[in-house]
């Protein structure tokens, strides 16, 4: 059975940092097309992140660019996001998410197929 268990989350004040990780079990980690997702209270969720099999490629909109890093370290089986500079507008659920067998770059959300709980990410102003 497929898990994913995000943690890392917590409230910091806004410019701090934050690193989330996902730790992956029951799949091909090493073998799929991985992202971050967030949704806001009275938000839809929408896209942070997104990186291919390899981590040779990375993906981001444009309200995070420059601001997070999304890397995986196969070995681990763990998905990190490294959030910097954070806002008060980067207050959310983040949920990580596997597409197992593909390679590229995936970044929309019905695309996934395996979510995480989702870990809460608080940014006081």
């Known amino acids: 059975q497929v898990h994913l268990v995000e943690s890392g989350g917590g409230l910091v004040q806004a410019g701090s940092s934050l690193r989330l990780s996902c730790v992956v079990s029951?799949?091909?980690?090493?073998?799929?097309?991985m992202g971050w997702f967030r949704q806001a209270p009275g938000k839809e969720r929408e896209f942070v992140a997104a990186?291919?099999?390899?981590?040779?490629?990375?993906t981001y909109p444009d309200s995070v660019k420059g601001r997070f890093t999304i890397s995986r370290d196969n070995a681990k089986n763990t998905l990190y996001l490294q959030m910097n500079s954070l806002k008060p507008e980067d207050t959310a659920v983040y949920y990580c998410?596997?597409?197992?067998?593909?390679?590229?770059?995936?970044?929309?959300?019905?695309?996934?197929?395996?979510w995480g709980q989702g870990t809460q990410v608080t940014v006081s102003s």
């Open positions: 998410a596997a597409r197992f067998g593909v390679l590229a770059l995936v970044t929309r959300m019905n695309e996934y197929n395996y």
């Open positions: 029951g799949g091909p980690f090493s073998f799929s097309a």
């Open positions: 990186i291919t099999w390899s981590g040779g490629s990375t």
